[in-house]
């Protein structure tokens, strides 16, 4: 019998004959227990670590700044754990799925397996193509995972990269891959209800932050009108951590930082109006205030040390 006619034969089912590809949440659970699986080596190894020197640091600078040969120690160690992270998946992937079971522990656990396009048990070099080929389907936001149960033979989009398929522990090679239908509509319907899902929460995302911002801003220039109360000072508004208030002979002063940028506002002793300064070209339109005049802003030296300057 000719390849032609032994592939042809393999994807004509019996009639009785089940399925035999893994289902989406057999593959979801096994997704998520070789993750866990997989990242036990390098935080075994590295989060012990990172508290020992963590602790260092904390005994070493109660009294000074940070060293900064500690900085890189810690530093180091955070990029040891992301090699070893990626050594330990690509090995434990790849070694495992195409060794014997030709499945990794969470597929084993959840009777799964990785087989090559005639049934049979891939090689090393196409388990690491198949994890490679991963990221793409992380890249577009995890869609070439989803779309696994409307592709045909329930394919997800790095297996069809590959070349493999996910079946049933039971499955034996020279038993049948039937054909499955692919659900395109449903493929692009799902795609674009992601998409808009994800541009949406961008959106929202912008939208918070940036009202937070305004509501930080506002509550900035509430502060410093309050000052002027009769008995108000800086004192009596600890309680706003993200704003640092002042006072001196000239008016009242307050700092924050959002965003985007850092901001001063100034409110002389003498007038009601608020003004603005910050390093950044433009930033105080955005608060609808009017730039301090140069002489404002050298007026203001805020005492103690240099680090606890507004700006």
Not at 103 to 119: D, M
Not at 152 to 157: D, G, Q, T, Y
Not at 188 to 217: E, H, K, P, R
Not at 227 to 237: I, L, N
Request: hydrophobic fraction near 45%; charge should be negative; glycine fraction near 8%.
């Amino acid at each position: 019998m000719t390849p032609e006619n032994q592939q042809a034969v393999a994807t004509q089912p019996a009639a009785d004959s089940p399925v035999p590809y893994a289902g989406f949440w057999r593959r979801f659970w096994a997704f998520l227990l070789d993750g866990i699986f997989a990242s036990l080596p390098p935080a075994v190894i590295c989060l012990p670590l990172i508290l020992w020197q963590g602790v260092k640091i904390t005994q070493a600078t109660q009294d000074r700044e940070v060293p900064l040969n500690a900085v890189l120690w810690i530093a180091s160690l955070y990029l040891l754990w992301a090699v070893l992270n990626f050594f330990c998946f690509w090995l434990y992937s790849a070694l495992q799925e195409s060794g014997k079971h030709q499945a990794t522990f969470g597929k084993r656990i959840l009777g799964v397996k990785v087989v090559g396009a005639n049934g049979q048990r891939i090689g090393f070099g196409r388990a690491t193509g198949r994890y490679f080929a991963k990221i793409v389907s992380y890249m577009i936001f995890y869609i070439g995972y989803v779309i696994q149960p409307f592709t045909h033979r329930k394919r997800a989009l790095h297996d069809i990269i590959a070349g493999t398929y996910v079946v049933k522990a039971s499955y034996q090679p020279g038993e049948p891959l039937p054909d499955t239908p692919s659900r395109i509509g449903w493929m692009i319907t799902l795609a674009v209800l992601m998409a808009a899902a994800f541009i949406s929460l961008l959106v929202a995302g912008v939208y918070l932050q940036t009202l937070q911002d305004a509501t930080l801003a506002r509550q900035a220039q509430a502060l410093l009108r309050t000052q002027k109360e009769p008995g108000k000072g800086p004192a009596d508004f600890a309680a706003a951590a993200d704003i640092a208030l002042e006072e001196d002979e000239s008016g009242y002063y307050a700092a924050f930082s959002d965003s985007r940028t850092s901001y001063g506002l100034f409110l002389p002793k003498n007038s009601d109006e608020i003004c603005c300064f910050s390093f950044e070209e433009g930033a105080c339109g955005r608060l609808g205030l009017p730039d301090c005049e140069e002489e404002e802003e050298d007026e203001y030296e805020p005492e103690g040390n240099e680090e606890e300057s507004f700006l």
